[in-house]
Protein backbone atom coordinates (compact mmCIF):
# COMPACT_ATOMS: atom_id res chain seq x y z
CA UNK A 1 0.00 0.00 0.00
CA UNK A 2 1.39 3.43 -1.41
CA UNK A 3 0.09 6.20 0.50
CA UNK A 4 2.29 10.09 0.12
CA UNK A 5 1.06 13.43 1.45
CA UNK A 6 2.75 16.24 1.07
CA UNK A 7 3.23 19.34 2.76
CA UNK A 8 5.37 22.04 0.13
CA UNK A 9 5.44 24.81 2.60
CA UNK A 10 7.11 23.20 5.21
CA UNK A 11 8.93 20.88 3.01
CA UNK A 12 8.23 17.59 4.64
CA UNK A 13 6.20 14.31 3.45
CA UNK A 14 4.26 11.69 5.56
CA UNK A 15 4.09 8.29 4.04
CA UNK A 16 3.23 4.80 5.34
CA UNK A 17 6.41 2.91 7.08
CA UNK A 18 7.71 -0.28 5.63
CA UNK A 19 9.95 -2.77 6.54
CA UNK A 20 12.65 -0.88 4.98
CA UNK A 21 12.48 1.75 7.14
CA UNK A 22 13.69 -0.26 10.32
CA UNK A 23 17.22 1.60 10.09
CA UNK A 24 16.16 4.77 9.84
CA UNK A 25 13.09 4.83 12.57
CA UNK A 26 16.14 2.80 14.95
CA UNK A 27 18.18 5.72 14.36
CA UNK A 28 15.84 8.21 15.02
CA UNK A 29 13.99 5.97 18.36
CA UNK A 30 18.01 5.93 19.64
CA UNK A 31 18.93 9.58 18.98
CA UNK A 32 15.55 10.86 20.41
CA UNK A 33 15.60 8.26 23.51
CA UNK A 34 16.41 10.60 26.61
CA UNK A 35 14.86 13.62 25.28
CA UNK A 36 11.63 11.82 24.33
CA UNK A 37 11.48 9.58 27.40
CA UNK A 38 9.30 11.83 29.54
CA UNK A 39 6.28 11.28 27.21
CA UNK A 40 7.10 7.36 26.14
CA UNK A 41 6.29 4.08 27.66
CA UNK A 42 9.36 2.52 28.92
CA UNK A 43 10.61 0.43 26.78
CA UNK A 44 12.68 -2.63 27.09
CA UNK A 45 16.61 -2.71 25.73
CA UNK A 46 15.74 -5.53 22.93
CA UNK A 47 13.29 -2.67 21.44
CA UNK A 48 16.28 -0.35 20.21
CA UNK A 49 17.19 -2.92 17.88
CA UNK A 50 17.24 -2.87 13.96
CA UNK A 51 15.13 -6.67 15.12
CA UNK A 52 12.62 -5.66 17.29
CA UNK A 53 12.08 -1.89 14.80
CA UNK A 54 11.34 -5.07 11.99
CA UNK A 55 9.19 -6.45 13.67
CA UNK A 56 6.82 -3.40 15.02
CA UNK A 57 6.96 -2.31 11.20
CA UNK A 58 5.79 -5.39 9.70
CA UNK A 59 3.20 -5.57 12.47
CA UNK A 60 2.03 -2.37 11.68
CA UNK A 61 2.15 -3.67 7.58
CA UNK A 62 -0.51 -6.28 8.70
CA UNK A 63 -2.69 -3.94 10.35
CA UNK A 64 -2.88 -1.41 7.87
CA UNK A 65 -3.76 -4.27 5.64
CA UNK A 66 -7.00 -5.26 7.76
CA UNK A 67 -7.72 -1.40 8.47
CA UNK A 68 -7.02 -1.51 11.96
CA UNK A 69 -4.36 1.27 12.23
CA UNK A 70 -1.89 3.04 9.78
CA UNK A 71 2.02 4.18 10.93
CA UNK A 72 3.31 7.06 8.95
CA UNK A 73 6.55 7.89 8.45
CA UNK A 74 7.19 11.92 8.64
CA UNK A 75 10.07 12.50 6.31
CA UNK A 76 11.92 16.06 5.12
CA UNK A 77 11.90 16.42 1.44
CA UNK A 78 14.95 17.49 1.17
CA UNK A 79 17.37 14.94 2.99
CA UNK A 80 15.04 12.29 2.52
CA UNK A 81 15.30 12.05 6.21
CA UNK A 82 12.53 9.90 8.70
CA UNK A 83 11.75 13.05 11.74
CA UNK A 84 9.08 11.38 12.91
CA UNK A 85 5.91 9.44 13.38
CA UNK A 86 2.36 9.90 13.31
CA UNK A 87 0.02 6.38 14.05
CA UNK A 88 -3.76 6.34 13.26
CA UNK A 89 -4.34 3.34 15.55
CA UNK A 90 -7.50 1.67 17.46
CA UNK A 91 -10.05 1.94 14.18
CA UNK A 92 -13.27 1.28 15.28
CA UNK A 93 -15.52 0.60 12.21
CA UNK A 94 -19.30 0.13 11.90
CA UNK A 95 -21.09 2.66 14.10
CA UNK A 96 -18.38 4.15 15.34
CA UNK A 97 -15.95 5.25 13.00
CA UNK A 98 -13.02 6.61 15.03
CA UNK A 99 -9.47 6.17 15.38
CA UNK A 100 -6.72 7.49 18.40
CA UNK A 101 -4.08 9.50 17.02
CA UNK A 102 -0.14 9.29 18.36
CA UNK A 103 2.61 10.84 17.09
CA UNK A 104 6.42 11.77 18.08
CA UNK A 105 8.92 13.78 16.48
CA UNK A 106 12.98 13.14 16.35
CA UNK A 107 14.05 16.02 19.58
CA UNK A 108 16.86 17.59 16.44
CA UNK A 109 13.54 18.51 14.64
CA UNK A 110 11.37 20.14 17.15
CA UNK A 111 10.28 23.60 16.90
CA UNK A 112 9.33 24.11 13.33
CA UNK A 113 5.89 23.55 12.59
CA UNK A 114 6.57 19.76 11.16
CA UNK A 115 4.29 18.29 13.61
CA UNK A 116 1.25 20.36 13.30
CA UNK A 117 1.73 20.18 9.27
CA UNK A 118 2.03 16.42 9.39
CA UNK A 119 -0.75 16.11 11.62
CA UNK A 120 -2.93 18.00 9.24
CA UNK A 121 -2.09 15.90 6.52
CA UNK A 122 -2.67 12.91 8.54
CA UNK A 123 -5.97 14.36 9.43
CA UNK A 124 -7.22 15.10 5.98
CA UNK A 125 -6.55 11.55 4.44
CA UNK A 126 -7.93 10.24 8.04
CA UNK A 127 -11.13 12.08 7.29
CA UNK A 128 -11.66 11.76 3.38
CA UNK A 129 -9.86 8.59 2.50
CA UNK A 130 -10.87 6.56 5.51
CA UNK A 131 -14.11 7.57 5.80
CA UNK A 132 -13.11 8.43 9.95
CA UNK A 133 -16.09 10.24 11.91
CA UNK A 134 -13.80 11.05 14.69
CA UNK A 135 -10.17 11.38 16.13
CA UNK A 136 -9.27 11.28 19.21
CA UNK A 137 -5.80 12.20 21.46
CA UNK A 138 -4.71 11.57 24.64
CA UNK A 139 -1.96 13.86 26.17
CA UNK A 140 -0.30 14.28 29.09
CA UNK A 141 -1.19 17.65 30.67
CA UNK A 142 2.40 18.76 31.36
CA UNK A 143 3.00 18.35 27.53
CA UNK A 144 2.60 21.56 26.52
CA UNK A 145 4.21 21.28 22.97
CA UNK A 146 2.02 18.56 21.95
CA UNK A 147 -1.16 20.03 23.11
CA UNK A 148 -0.47 22.85 20.66
CA UNK A 149 -0.22 20.60 18.14
CA UNK A 150 -3.99 18.98 18.54
CA UNK A 151 -4.91 22.72 19.08
CA UNK A 152 -3.45 23.72 15.71
CA UNK A 153 -5.24 21.64 14.21
CA UNK A 154 -8.27 22.19 16.02
CA UNK A 155 -9.10 19.40 18.41
CA UNK A 156 -11.43 20.49 21.44
CA UNK A 157 -10.49 19.21 24.84
CA UNK A 158 -12.78 16.57 26.75
CA UNK A 159 -12.00 15.73 29.70
CA UNK A 160 -9.19 13.63 31.70
CA UNK A 161 -8.71 10.11 31.66
CA UNK A 162 -7.30 9.29 34.77
CA UNK A 163 -4.17 6.95 34.79
CA UNK A 164 -4.71 6.00 31.46
CA UNK A 165 -1.33 4.67 29.99
CA UNK A 166 1.15 3.93 31.86
CA UNK A 167 4.31 6.40 30.61
CA UNK A 168 8.11 5.88 31.98
CA UNK A 169 6.99 3.73 34.36
CA UNK A 170 3.89 5.49 36.27
CA UNK A 171 0.48 5.28 35.14
CA UNK A 172 -0.31 8.65 33.80
CA UNK A 173 -3.68 11.06 33.59
CA UNK A 174 -4.59 11.83 29.74
CA UNK A 175 -6.28 15.06 28.51
CA UNK A 176 -8.64 14.00 25.92
CA UNK A 177 -9.10 15.72 22.71
CA UNK A 178 -11.08 15.37 19.28
CA UNK A 179 -11.48 16.51 16.08
CA UNK A 180 -14.79 15.04 14.41
CA UNK A 181 -15.02 15.23 10.01
CA UNK A 182 -17.15 18.28 10.57
CA UNK A 183 -14.69 20.54 12.48
CA UNK A 184 -12.24 19.86 10.08
CA UNK A 185 -14.32 20.77 7.23
CA UNK A 186 -15.28 23.91 9.14
CA UNK A 187 -12.01 25.13 9.86
Same mark, same amino acid.
Given at each position: ? /??? =? #?????????? =????????? =?????? #????? +????????????????? /????????? #??????????????????????????????????? /????????????? /?????????????????????? =??????????? +????????????????????????? +????????????????????
Amino acid at each position: M /QIQ =L #QDTDHRIYVR =LLQPEDAEA =LLHMRI #QSRDA +NQRYEPQYPEEFFTKAS /QLDLLYRRQ #QEAAEDRGYLFGIFLQEKDELIGTISISHIVRGVG /QFAELGYSLSSEH /QGHGYMTAAVRLVLTYSFRSLG =LHRIQAGIIPD +NISSKRVVEKCGFQPEGIARKLVKI +NGNWEDHQIYALLAEDMQAQ
